[in-house]
């Protein structure tokens, strides 16, 4: 039994590795052809580069300088932190409020934001166009309250789950020494629900940082752009595209997110975990 668990052991650990390595293999074509010449990436993206199709760091640089790859970087930055901390802030509270004062208005408000997690965005993304655009929320302080909206379902049913395990004493203990609710939650409350925070702000910052379609509605492109919509701007008229370009900014997009995903990821588990003890 044990030669038999051990074999099987090894068939999965190799079938998961070539998993791996079929999922990461994209990148790495797109990271190798980042230094190579546009007109070789559509005919030969498979070959490594060599000395007649190597560009030094010449696609890094038009990304860069020629389609404002930098000044992208920085509004994704912004609108990916301060929502990220505005949706943390508020759905922690909210889910806090909806645990411990139990009626039908707290569950209605919950079941609406679960029921907000199973609604496509197709079915909202036009008429949210045209709203953002009236209540001048086209703009990167405006999508971070759009942002809010549509990250408050996930955050507030992972929040949920966690409060419930936080056990009640705790809470009845600060107010008897005299702490407001306020200073209750951010004094006692929050620092025990640091591993879902730390979860549900690596959830949220991997979706905004990626995303494209809501940027693109409600933003102001001819002011604001953020990395993804640069990307796409890449494409110029009568289908001209630069490839070397778009290589090498995907390779800059890409490679902060992997980074913080995979020093982080340990917390996702261990926030979720945390948030299944109870309810």
Request: one cysteine or more; hydrophobic letters at 50%.
């Amino acid at each position: 039994m044990t030669k038999r668990k051990e074999t099987l052991n090894n068939i999965g650990t190799g079938f998961f590795t070539f998993l791996c390595l079929f999922y990461i293999l994209p990148i790495i074509i797109v990271f190798f052809n980042s230094f190579k010449k546009k007109s070789f990436i559509n005919l030969k993206p498979f070959e490594l580069p060599n000395e007649s199709t190597f560009t030094g760091l010449d696609n890094y640089s038009a990304a860069m300088g020629q389609y404002g790859f930098l000044k992208a970087v920085g509004w994704t930055v912004f609108i990916t932190v301060g929502s990220v901390l505005v949706i943390l802030v508020c759905t922690s509270m909210c889910a806090w409020f909806i645990t411990r004062v139990k009626n039908r208005v707290t569950k209605t408000i919950y079941l609406l934001c679960v029921f907000s997690m199973v609604i496509p965005f197709q079915m909202v993304m036009f008429t949210l166009s045209l709203v953002a655009d009236r209540l001048h929320l086209n703009t990167p302080w405006g999508i971070i309250i759009i942002y809010l909206g549509f990250g408050a379902g996930l955050a507030v049913f992972m929040f949920c789950g966690f409060v419930k395990s936080i056990p009640i004493e705790i809470e009845e203990a600060a107010l008897i020494d005299g702490c407001s609710p306020l200073r209750m939650f951010f004094s006692v409350v929050l620092p025990i629900m640091k591993p879902t925070y730390i979860s549900v702000g690596i959830l949220e910052t991997m979706w905004i940082w990626n995303d494209f379609l809501l940027p693109y509605l409600v933003l102001d492109t001819n002011k604001y752009k953020t990395i993804s919509i640069v990307v796409q701007y890449m494409k110029g008229s009568y289908g001209r595209v630069d490839m070397g370009a778009i290589m090498a900014a995907l390779i800059m997009a890409v490679i902060p997110v992997i980074v913080f995903y995979l020093s982080c990821q340990k917390y996702i588990i261990k926030g979720v975990a945390s948030g299944a003890v109870k309810g």
